[in-house]
């Protein structure tokens, strides 16, 4: 699962920023997942992307997240207009195909001040 | 949706203990994966195990399907060993869009 990059790492926005977390899926991977993990719970699923299009984002919430991932180039999750409770740690997740195992990244730990 | 509870909770350990962990869910998967969260919070993938048993040197596991359960078996556990453990699962066709348990904290303690 190592070959999943997520960056940064960490990330600090004010009240109002916007968050841009990217996500490059394994070599071979053309199925991505986004998850949000609050502090001291499990992980909830947000979105699952494909080349291009967006499969299924019934887990994202409706106003001011957004997600892509483009021909070329990394998976996008961006957060428009933080609060404090956007806090948390998001995941990424690929797969070689829809209904094989999942491999997750390191994560992006976004903090809201 | 698929409902995931894993028990126990919590859960402490002498090193060198024996534990089992277990996931029950609450519809049919056609997915289930069991991960470690480590105290850094990354993600290590344990098992694919949609059913049938499955060993990788001190860990085992076994999903019985039929009866919406699997077990994750730690042998001669470690300290390296503590951590969060997840149970998660997918009911769907066309993506592994995972459900995951609220988790199991182990802590092995020297």
């Known amino acids: 699962n190592a070959g999943v990059m997520q960056n940064p790492r960490h990330l600090v926005r004010r009240r109002g920023q916007e968050a841009r977390l990217r996500c490059s899926p394994m070599k071979g991977h053309s199925h991505v997942y986004w998850y949000r993990q609050l502090p001291e719970e499990g992980l909830k699923f947000m979105v699952y992307l494909q080349k291009e299009n967006i499969i299924d984002e019934s887990g994202m919430p409706k106003e001011r997240f957004s997600a892509e991932f483009p021909k070329e180039g990394p998976s996008i999750l961006r957060i428009q207009q933080v609060v404090r409770g956007d806090s948390a740690a998001y995941f990424c997740?690929?797969?070689?195909?829809?209904?094989?195992?999942?491999?997750f990244g390191q994560g992006t730990r976004l903090t809201v001040v | 949706g698929i409902q995931v509870e894993q028990s126990p909770p919590d859960l402490i350990l002498q090193e060198g203990a024996n534990s089992t962990l277990r996931c029950n869910f609450s519809?049919?998967?056609?997915?289930l994966q069991w991960f470690h969260q480590n105290p850094w919070g990354q993600l290590i993938n344990l098992f694919y195990i949609p059913s049938g048993t499955k060993q990788n040197g001190r860990l085992s596991a076994t999903t019985v399907a039929t009866e919406r359960y699997s077990l994750l078996y730690i042998s001669s556990s470690q300290t390296t060993d503590s951590g969060v453990y997840f149970c998660?699962?997918?009911?769907?066709?066309?993506?592994?869009?995972?459900?995951f348990g609220g988790g199991t904290r182990l802590m092995v303690k020297p």
């Open positions: 997740a690929s797969s070689s195909t829809g209904n094989t195992e999942a491999f």
């Open positions: 998660a699962v997918e009911r769907g066709n066309a993506g592994n869009m995972l459900t």
């Open positions: 519809d049919s998967v056609n997915n």
